[in-house]
Every structure is written in C-alpha cells, then in structure tokens.
C-alpha cells in the first residue's frame, strides 16, 4: 500500500491530514520523535511510546514497554493495539497528536503528546471516556535488573530509579498504583488492575510491571519525568501536571515559533517549506543540549546492533554536513555548540576518529575516514565567512591547525593523496576521491583561517591542496571510463590483489583489518564522487571531467522513482535509494552561489514521511522508508536545498 504523501489543505492547526496506514505494533523505526536535546521520545504510528532517551541523546532509552489502556465496559484495551485513523504534528510545533479507534468506544481516543520546554518531562493527554492504566517496564541505564520502584506515598507517584537515573510516572487525576515482579503472563496480557500486579509496593531487582490506574475520565494526562534524584523527579511530574497539559503545549508553540523565526528563510514554499521548518525541530531535538554532538538518528532501527554498527553516534562526517546547514539557515544556537563540540572532540594527533559519544568520548569504531578531518575544517572556515565572530574564530583555530598539519603529514608523496582509509560509506580501506576532495578542501580552509591567524603558515597548506589537486586529476581521472574514479589501492583480505603500496604505512597507528593485497582501481560509480563538487568546490560541475562525471552518477544510480542509490551493487538494507542522495545531486549541480533551491527537493517531499520526516532510504515502489527515520543528515540536505549557497565554494 502507497503511504498518502501530506495533503494540501490539511487543518490549519495540524501538519498534515494523511491518514495513517494498518502496521504492526511496533515498526523498526518510529513514526515520529519529540524532543529538545535534553529528552528524546519516539513514537510509533499508534502512538506508543517506544523509547525516552535521557540525561543525553545517546544514553540507553530507558524504557522496555510505556503503555495506555483503557477499560470500557469491563474489558480492557491497549491503545497501541487500536486502529490508528491519524498522527500528525500541530503545525509548526513539537506537538504529536494520534487519532484512534477503539473497540466499543463510539468516539475516537485521542493521543496528545509534548515535551515541557524547561525539564526533562513528556507529558501525555489522552481524550476518551474510560479507566485509563499505564503500564511501564522502565530499563535505566539500559539494563532491566538491578532497579527499583516504589509508589511514593505523599504524591501517589510511581518512582523507578538505578544508579542516578530515576523515572517518575504521575497522572492529573485520582489513582490506585502497584508495582510488582510479574508471576504468570506475558506484559501484553496484564490487566488494567492494581490486583493483577502481586507484590505491590517497594521492589528492588527486575521489575516486571508498573501500573497507575484511573478511576472513569473523558480527559486524564500523564507525566514522565527524569531526574537524577528522586524528590526532583516526583517534583518534575507534579509541576507539570499543575501547569496543565494546555499550558504546556501553548509554551511549546512559543518556543517552538522563536526557533523558526531565523535569519535565513528558505527558497521554498508550501509543502515543501513545511518540510523545512519540520527539519528545525528535527535539529533541535537531535541536537544534545548539554554538549553540542549531533547524533544521526534515534537508535531504534537495529536495536540489537545485528544489521549496523548503531546510528545514535555523533560522526564528525554527518555533523558537518548538519553544520553546513545550520550555518545556511540561520541557526546559530545549534551551530556554535556544534563546533565547540568538534573542536573538543578532536584526537591527539590532529585528526578526528569514526564516531564519538555525544560527550566526546570515542565510540565503537572499525576503522579511521580521514574525510572526516578535512569536512571538519571546512565547517570551520564556513562559520567564520557565516558569522564572522571573531572570538569563535579564535577558539577554532588551534584545532584547525592542528587538524591541517595531520592531513598534511597522511598525504602519500607517491600519489599526492590522501594516505588509504575507510571511504565515505565505512565499508572499504582506500585512497578515494571523497577523502582526496575532503582533504584538498580543508586544507584550502586551513589556509584561509591561517591568513587571520598565522599568514607565515598558508603556503604550506595551499601547496599542499594543490598537490591533492593534482593527485585527482592524475591518478582518479579514467580515460577508459571518461570518469573519475570511486577509489585506487582498495585493501582486500586475501592474496589475489597485487602488493599494497608504502601509502599504507602511513595509517599504521590507527587500527584497521589487515591488508593481504590491493585491488588497484575501482570503477564503481558512487555518488560520493559528487563531493568532488558539493561541498567540497575542488572542481565545478560544468568542468568537462566532472561534467561527465555527474552524467554517470545520474544514468547509473538513478532509481524508478526518481531517488538516487548510493553506488553500484549497493545491498545496504536492501541497496534503496538515498533521500541524501538525491539532494546531493541536486545540490552538485546547483550553480555556484545561485540564489535558487537546489533539484531534488521535490522528491524528498514526496517521500518523506506524513508527519513530515525524512528517512535514510526509500521503498522505490511503495515510497515507504526503510531503515533510520529520521536521519539528520537527509534533513541537512533538505535544509541546503532550500537554502541560498554560501559559497563560493
């Protein structure tokens, strides 16, 4: 079944009116997300809240199970198992509303969900006539043992905490609580009543089962707060109850309409502008307030770690790519701490690793992308031409310098390129056109910081940019495909290839698979050969290389529904198209500083999903997402799209 794309004249008050097709209970990705870089939820198209992400973005979800019932008539019903008629955003707004139908109920039960803009709490309202039950398995720190939980007597509040992290669960109305380790049944089956739940009151260990449940309301709101103390915790979801869930929403409206006035509106109107400003507030919550790192997406889709390494990481190579477009849009409060984030983030010898935590910390890796180093730099150097604030400027320069000098000493004097590591997509060792276009550029901004800074050391970078240059045009360009190359020197495991080159040498520090022997050349078309061009400006898409080379990106990698897969023989997932894709290929062909949205925005407004988020990859035949939803990184392109080029690049 074809997902409805979002409908011109929905409500005035509402995002989109596209109804939402029959899934499962819950899907390998959320229907939508609300947050503020403190707390992070996600939600599934029938309104279960599947995770909460706190104290940071990329910490444990917390959770294990957060359900609504209600009892009608003696009998009682999940709400996640309910029909779903709707989800949708109010417009312009962190606030999540889902429409649903319930047996024995004439009326629908409306969901509506926001998270407080001053604290760490998601409050829940739900519309409908009946006794509503929450039930909760909390799993802090990640871990189902080890925990406790508790009905805190002056309040009624359930209290679960483990270590520091501590959860509290409230409603507005009169309740009756237990808590307790289930004996017989699966959760699915507890019943909405206390009696259900034996050993009620304190438990230490694993605990199987929570519930708050109300006497018969039209209207009863919920309240999930964290703390890091428990008399905090209790506080956080009582005070939010007393301010009311209207109050909540009306403050949420406020901030949420501050965020979208910027600087920098987009090209675009309509559905499309929808999209954007829908890309803010995807920023903002993707965002860790605390530190700055910018995650890729929720961690949900591959919650065991089976088919990927993990997408709640902050990679330097997305967030600069994220940083580019808060630089473009105007959104100076994300990108200031963004950088600083980068800069802390930076390893010893200059060059900046896979991925990280989002404090930092060096996160499970399997390998080193030197192209994340010079995009880095680039943003660097980016911000300055953007915001021109000297005293930023400052602070970024010594690991500019420092970041430019490793490059310089990863180059191979045999080649001018980049020494061989993890391309682009962390699936091959090599010497690639992405890295070589990465490295040229930042070292090109290196260049441009050091003429504020340290003129004396320009010279040094400039010449080495262009030995980069050079390298490309002299060891990337194929005149047998009339094309650049994806990659040269690709590493293999076995002993078919020929004797790798000394450039390996050059990464011997850094961990990495042993190289048996070397494919020399790989022709593979890959639309990371774009960055050649975007955003990277080594070349202009009208020169008559890469003109040729845009061309076989475009026939090869052009899918039936007008997306773009990454490369050839792609099977990530199922090898779909890439919404990132296919903005990047708009944007590679954009004119350089053309005041114009970029091509590619209204395919990304056809896919994206209806509450408005931007997946990695796409169903070609249904349009539906597959895999991470949303991805910051598909958002950023948008967000470039939209937006006027900064350039010159």
């Known amino acids: 079944m074809n997902r409805r794309s979002p409908a011109s004249g929905a409500d005035a008050d509402a995002d989109t009116d596209a109804d939402v097709a029959p899934v499962a209970r819950r899907q390998p990705w959320p229907t939508a997300i609300l947050g503020d870089g403190r707390l992070l939820a996600t939600f599934s198209a029938r309104g279960e809240l599947e995770q909460c992400c706190w104290p940071h973005l990329d910490i444990d979800p917390n959770l294990a199970e957060a359900r609504l019932g209600l009892r009608v008539d003696g009998t009682h019903h999940w709400l996640d198992e309910s029909w779903a008629i709707r989800q949708r955003y109010r417009v312009d707004t962190d606030v999540l509303e889902t429409t649903l139908s319930v047996e024995h109920l004439d009326d629908p039960v409306v969901i509506t969900d926001v998270v407080a803009s001053d604290a760490p709490v998601l409050v829940r309202q739900v519309q409908g006539a009946g006794r509503l039950g929450v039930f909760v398995r909390p799993q802090l720190t990640g871990r189902l043992q080890a925990g406790g939980a508790y009905v805190d007597p002056p309040s009624g509040v359930l209290v679960f905490h483990r270590r520091d992290q501590v959860m509290a669960v409230a409603m507005d109305v009169s309740t009756t609580a237990g808590v307790g380790r289930r004996q017989d049944g699966d959760a699915s089956e507890l019943d909405l009543a206390q009696d259900l739940l034996p050993g009620a009151g304190i438990v230490h260990g694993e605990v199987d089962g929570a519930l708050l449940a109300t006497t018969v309301h039209a209207t009863t709101t919920v309240a999930i707060a964290f703390a890091h103390e428990h008399a905090t915790a209790v506080e956080r979801a009582t005070s939010a109850l007393v301010r009311g869930a209207g109050a909540l929403v009306a403050e949420r409206r406020r901030v949420d309409a501050a965020t979208l006035q910027r600087p920098s509106p987009p090209l675009v109107d309509g559905d499309a502008a929808r999209v954007e400003?829908?890309?803010?507030?995807?920023?903002?919550?993707?965002?860790?307030?605390?530190?700055?790192?910018?995650?890729?997406?929720?961690?949900?889709?591959?919650?065991?770690?089976?088919?990927?390494?993990?997408?709640?990481?902050?990679?330097?190579?997305?967030?600069?790519?994220?940083?580019?477009?808060?630089?473009?849009?105007?959104?100076?409060?994300?990108?200031?701490?963004?950088?600083?984030?980068?800069?802390?983030?930076?390893?010893?010898?200059?060059?900046?690793?896979?991925?990280?935590?989002?404090?930092?910390?060096?996160?499970?890796?399997?390998?080193?992308?030197?192209?994340?180093?010079?995009?880095?730099?680039?943003?660097?150097?980016?911000?300055?031409?953007?915001?021109?604030?000297?005293?930023?400027?400052?602070?970024?320069?010594?690991?500019?310098?420092?970041?430019?000098?490793?490059?310089?000493?990863?180059?191979?004097?045999?080649?001018?390129?980049?020494?061989?590591?993890?391309?682009?997509?962390?699936?091959?060792?090599?010497?690639?056109?992405?890295?070589?276009?990465?490295?040229?550029?930042?070292?090109?901004?290196?260049?441009?910081?050091?003429?504020?800074?340290?003129?004396?050391?320009?010279?040094?970078?400039?010449?080495?940019?262009?030995?980069?240059?050079?390298?490309?045009?002299?060891?990337?360009?194929?005149?047998?495909?009339?094309?650049?190359?994806?990659?040269?020197?690709?590493?293999?495991?076995?002993?078919?290839?020929?004797?790798?080159?000394?450039?390996?040498?050059?990464?011997?520090?850094?961990?990495?698979?042993?190289?048996?022997?070397?494919?020399?050349?790989?022709?593979?078309?890959?639309?990371?050969?774009?960055?050649?061009?975007?955003?990277?400006?080594?070349?202009?898409?009208?020169?008559?290389?890469?003109?040729?080379?845009?061309?076989?990106?475009?026939?090869?990698?052009?899918?039936?529904?007008?997306?773009?897969?990454?490369?050839?023989?792609?099977?990530?997932?199922?090898?779909?198209?890439?919404?990132?894709?296919?903005?990047?290929?708009?944007?590679?062909?954009?004119?350089?500083?053309?005041?114009?949205?970029?091509?590619?925005?209204?395919?990304?407004?056809?896919?994206?999903?209806?509450?408005?988020?931007?997946?990695?990859?796409?169903?070609?035949?249904?349009?539906?997402?597959?895999?991470?939803?949303?991805?910051?990184?598909?958002?950023?392109?948008?967000?470039?799209?939209?937006?006027a080029d900064p350039s010159p690049r």
């Open 277 to 643: 400003r829908r890309s803010q507030l995807v920023f903002s919550a993707l965002t860790d307030r605390a530190t700055g790192g910018i995650i890729a997406g929720p961690e949900q889709s591959d919650r065991a770690f089976e088919r990927s390494g993990g997408y709640g990481f902050v990679w330097p190579r997305d967030a600069a790519f994220v940083l580019l477009a808060y630089l473009a849009c105007g959104r100076d409060d994300l990108a200031v701490p963004g950088l600083r984030w980068l800069a802390r983030a930076q390893g010893r010898d200059g060059l900046w690793l896979q991925r990280h935590w989002t404090d930092g910390t060096l996160a499970p890796s399997w390998g080193i992308q030197l192209d994340e180093t010079g995009a880095v730099i680039v943003a660097y150097e980016r911000a300055w031409r953007t915001l021109g604030d000297r005293s930023l400027d400052d602070e970024l320069w010594p690991s500019a310098a420092a970041g430019a000098d490793a490059l310089v000493r990863m180059l191979d004097p045999a080649t001018g390129l980049p020494a061989p590591s993890l391309e682009l997509w962390e699936t091959r060792m090599g010497m690639h056109a992405y890295t070589a276009a990465s490295t040229c550029a930042g070292l090109r901004a290196a260049a441009s910081m050091a003429a504020r800074h340290a003129p004396e050391r320009a010279a040094a970078w400039v010449a080495a940019s262009q030995r980069v240059r050079a390298g490309i045009d002299e060891h990337l360009w194929s005149p047998e495909h009339d094309r650049y190359l994806r990659s040269i020197e690709v590493a293999r495991g076995d002993d078919t290839g020929t004797p790798p080159s000394a450039a390996y040498e050059l990464i011997a520090a850094h961990p990495s698979a042993p190289v048996v022997s070397v494919d020399p050349v790989d022709a593979t078309v890959d639309v990371s050969l774009l960055g050649l061009v975007y955003p990277f400006g080594v070349m202009t898409a009208d020169e008559p290389r890469m003109a040729a080379t845009i061309e076989a990106v475009t026939s090869a990698l052009t899918s039936a529904d007008d997306g773009l897969r990454r490369y050839v023989g792609d099977d990530y997932i199922g090898g779909n198209p890439w919404v990132l894709a296919r903005l990047w290929l708009g944007l590679a062909r954009r004119p350089v500083g053309a005041a114009v949205p970029a091509d590619g925005i209204e395919y990304a407004r056809r896919v994206c999903t209806p509450t408005h988020l931007l997946p990695e990859q796409v169903d070609e035949v249904t349009g539906e997402p597959r895999w991470v939803v949303p991805l910051t990184w598909s958002h950023a392109m948008y967000v470039l799209a939209c937006h």
